[in-house]
Every structure is written in structure tokens, then in C-alpha cells.
């Protein structure tokens, strides 16, 4: 399963992209909004360091100011991937970007439904929001198992990438539901390599390697 890192905020990402775990970057709005950044500065930024895709959001709801955005916004670099809202325009400029070669991830995704649209107009990414749908009492990686089968039984092939991710739990859940990909937040994707029993036993191996006194080097 590939990994992206869910931020705008430049240093996380150079951070990560150095332990090798970094497959890609999104971001939205509401994270551009909290980095207090130039969006577009941002995006390119970031395109200069990560080889990967980088998602940048339309802010456009329509789709003639969609197709001009995205335009403009894919001229950036060639790892843009333009994000479009999971609505009728968003799918329609969608189609126009899948046409023109241009990679799409259609965003703001909460049914089974929804994802086989964005299947339908070739969408290089489909994002389900999980932990959105876990706030309202609703099951996100189920939505996840669904899309899935639906996307298998046709042959689509649209990547899932499992987004609003929480917690570590998440990403064993998604990987196991058939996820292409997951887009994490920084802190998160951290978290999956604690363990306490990693550390009780690195602790002890550290101390017990001092009793000895060597040294390899
Ligand atoms: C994905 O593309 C979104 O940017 C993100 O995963 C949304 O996460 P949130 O529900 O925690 O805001």
C-alpha cells in the first residue's frame, strides 16, 4: 500500500520523504489555510521535493472555473494531480482532465456510489473519507471493502486512496480492505512503528550491550 502524507506543511514533508516512506503528498483547502501559505507557492514547493504525486485542490465549484483552475494549477509541475469535489461538475471536469492525460483525485467521496462515478470518468484516485464517516456513527472502512469489490468485479482501474485517516488501526483496517493507498497525517504515520514491546526490548539490548564494553566500530 502506498503511503501520502495529508499536509501542507513543508518541513513534515522533507522529514518524511527522508525515512523512504513517502510515496506522495495531499493536500486540501482547509490545509493550505492552516500552513498560512501562497497556494500555489506551497504546491510547487512541495512538487520540488517529492518525486511522487501531489494532490491541489480546485477551489471552484463549477465546472468552467474547475477546468481553468486545474489547468492552471497542473502547469505547475508534472506531478500535480488535480483534486476535484465529488459533485456532477467535479465528475464532468474530471472527465475533461482524464481526456487530457491529466491525473485526477476526486475528493469529498462518502458512498459506494459516489466511487463508481469517479470509476466511470477515470479517475486516477478516488479519496473516501473514513474518519469522517466513524464520526457520524457510520463505517468508513466499509465503504472501503465496497468500493473495492465494486472496483474489482468491473476492473476499474481507479486507485483507492483511503483519506481522513485517524488513528494507526486505520491503516491496518484499510490494508486489509484492499486500499491502494492511504493519506496519512504526519503524526500518524509516525505512530505506526511504536510498539512498547520495541522499546522495552531495545532498552534492554542498549544496556546489556554497555555491560559488555565493546564497541563495533
Ligand atoms: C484527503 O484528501 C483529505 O485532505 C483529508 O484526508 C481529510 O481529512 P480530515 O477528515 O481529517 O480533515
Redo the contacts with the bound molecule.
Keep these: 500500500m502506498k503511503f501520502f502524507v495529508?499536509t501542507a506543511e513543508i518541513k513534515d514533508i522533507k522529514d518524511l520523504n527522508e525515512t523512504g516512506l513517502l510515496d506522495g503528498v495531499?493536500t486540501?483547502p482547509?490545509?493550505i489555510a492552516k500552513s498560512g501559505r501562497d497556494f500555489k507557492e506551497v504546491i510547487a514547493e512541495i512538487c520540488s521535493i517529492i518525486e511522487g504525486p501531489v494532490?491541489a485542490e480546485v477551489a471552484s465549484t463549477e465546472y468552467d472555473g474547475m477546468v481553468a483552475e486545474g489547468e492552471h494549477l497542473a502547469k505547475i509541475a508534472d506531478n500535480v494531480v488535480i483534486k476535484l469535489p465529488l459533485t456532477v461538475d467535479g465528475l464532468k471536469a474530471c472527465k475533461h482532465f482524464t481526456s487530457k492525460g491529466i491525473k485526477t483525485n476526486v475528493?469529498l467521496c462518502f458512498s459506494a456510489n459516489q466511487a463508481l462515478l469517479a470509476a466511470k470518468v477515470g479517475a486516477t484516485y478516488i479519496?473516501p473519507?473514513i474518519?469522517?464517516l466513524d464520526d457520524i456513527n457510520l463505517d468508513g472502512v466499509e465503504l472501503i471493502e465496497n468500493i473495492r469489490q465494486i472496483y474489482d468485479n468491473y476492473a476499474y482501474s481507479t486507485e483507492i486512496l483511503a483519506?481522513?485517516?485517524?488513528t494507526p488501526n486505520h491503516i491496518t483496517e484499510v490494508a486489509l480492505a484492499g486500499a491502494d493507498v492511504a493519506?496519512i497525517p504526519p503524526a500518524v504515520i509516525y505512530k505506526l512503528a511504536d510498539h512498547p514491546l520495541t522499546k522495552a526490548g531495545l532498552d534492554a539490548f542498549v544496556k546489556d550491550w554497555k555491560s559488555t564494553g565493546q564497541s563495533i566500530l
Design positions: 495529508d495531499t486540501n482547509s490545509l494532490s475528493t479519496s473519507f474518519g469522517r483519506a481522513s485517516i485517524r493519506t
